[in-house]
């Protein structure tokens, strides 16, 4: 009996993870491959440029990427500019003086349009570029899917509801990741990213001052470029030691209680986390793995295929 009701309930199981897979299968490496060959390239040498200018830039696109693709899945909706008429994702809480890197990604995407006009989405630009910057930094490579198609609406209040403030405790990381279909484990990993870039000190501030699961050496050095009051954005680098460099040093920032936000101590900080932390922090290659796997599933939330959406001649707004 009981193995009989259980039936419908795995067969239902097999079809929603055999439909995950189809839906990740869409994504094709060699999308472009007839269509636009030297589109690698081009994106990786625009990178190359544009972090030669400023290092950050690689951070700065990575973060992009990841909140483009919590919204409404990695379609290119961030990009699109605020307009009298339409509402954007650049001005929700988590973008609003924060998000950066667009104008590379128009430099990219003209590059791009010079060599394959109206044939590669903004949203693949940015899936490749923040690979390329991850790579420039010194991090992990990996195999980019390509293939989405970009949004003709984007979602200023899914912005707000889905992306994780830095306030966020490890229960509401762990659901919003999961929301979009990503483990604890993913999430763990993901937050691995803050490795590189900065913060600004209206972010960090509360952490520093108020919370005691922090180093006081440590609060007490970030708090003297981040006044109780005033300089908001001022900024900090996110890993301490070196925020130009892609690696597993977040981690240990974590072990030592030198986690900038309060949403990234909270990986360590007597929970479910803690374990995983303390792996990554030994063993480089564990956490570079397991972000490789995460931002390949990262970059497979939702894409826009086939007939849905459409190729942006500009990344700022939808074809007319
Ligand atoms: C786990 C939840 C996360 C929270 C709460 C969070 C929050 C933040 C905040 C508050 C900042 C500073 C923004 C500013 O000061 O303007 C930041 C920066 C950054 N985040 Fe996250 N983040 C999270 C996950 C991720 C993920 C998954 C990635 C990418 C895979 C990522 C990549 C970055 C990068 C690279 C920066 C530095 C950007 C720059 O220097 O321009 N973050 N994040
Ligand atoms: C690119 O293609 C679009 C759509 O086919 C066309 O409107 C535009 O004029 C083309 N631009 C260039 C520079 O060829
Ligand atoms: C610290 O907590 C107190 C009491 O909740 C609050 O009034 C204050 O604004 C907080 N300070 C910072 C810097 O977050
Ligand atoms: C866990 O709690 C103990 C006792 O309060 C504390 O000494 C330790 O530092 C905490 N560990 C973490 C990772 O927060």
Redesign the pocket.
């Known amino acids: 009996m009981a193995s009989l009701s259980k039936t419908p309930v795995v067969l239902f199981a097999v079809l929603l993870t055999f439909l995950a897979l189809a839906a990740r299968a869409q994504l094709d490496a060699g999308f472009y491959s007839s269509t636009c060959p030297n589109l690698l390239p081009i994106v990786r040498s625009s990178m190359a440029r544009a972090v030669a200018k400023e290092t950050?830039m690689a951070?700065?696109i990575?973060?992009l990427?990841?909140h483009d693709c919590f919204v409404n899945g990695c379609d290119g909706s961030i990009l699109l500019d605020d307009t009298e008429t339409f509402t954007g994702e650049k001005n929700a809480f988590?973008n609003k003086?924060?998000a950066?890197?667009f104008e590379v990604i128009d430099t990219i995407k003209s590059n791009v349009e010079t060599a394959c006009n109206a044939t590669v989405s903004c949203a693949d630009i940015l899936a490749l570029a923040a690979r390329d910057g991850v790579v420039l930094l010194g991090g992990p490579t990996w195999t980019v899917g390509l293939g989405r198609r970009d949004a003709t609406t984007a979602s200023q209040s899914t912005a707000n509801s889905d992306l994780?403030?830095?306030a966020?405790s490890l229960d509401n990381?762990v659901s919003?990741?999961s929301a979009k279909g990503l483990s604890a484990r993913d999430?763990t990993a993901?937050?691995g990213?803050?490795t590189?870039?900065?913060?600004?000190c209206?972010?960090f501030r509360p952490h520093i001052y108020n919370d005691t699961n922090i180093s006081p050496r440590f609060a007490a050095f970030r708090q003297g470029n981040c006044p109780a009051s005033g300089g908001d954005s001022n900024?900090a680098p996110?890993d301490l030691q070196s925020p130009n460099a892609f690696g597993n040093d977040y981690y240990q920032n974590l072990l030592g209680f030198r986690g900038l936000?309060h949403?990234d101590q909270e990986l360590f900080n007597n929970g479910t986390q803690d374990a995983l932390v303390r792996q990554y922090a030994r063993n480089g290659a564990l956490f570079y793995s397991d972000f490789v796997a995460a931002?390949v599933r990262?970059g497979a939330i939702s894409p826009l295929t086939g007939p849905n959406g459409e190729i942006r001649l500009n990344c700022r707004k939808v074809n007319s």
């Open positions: 950050r951070a700065s990575l973060r990427f990841f988590a003086n924060s950066r890197g994780p403030g830095p966020s990381l919003k990741f999430m993901l937050s990213a803050h590189i870039g900065q913060a600004q209206q972010f900024l996110l936000l949403s931002m990262m």
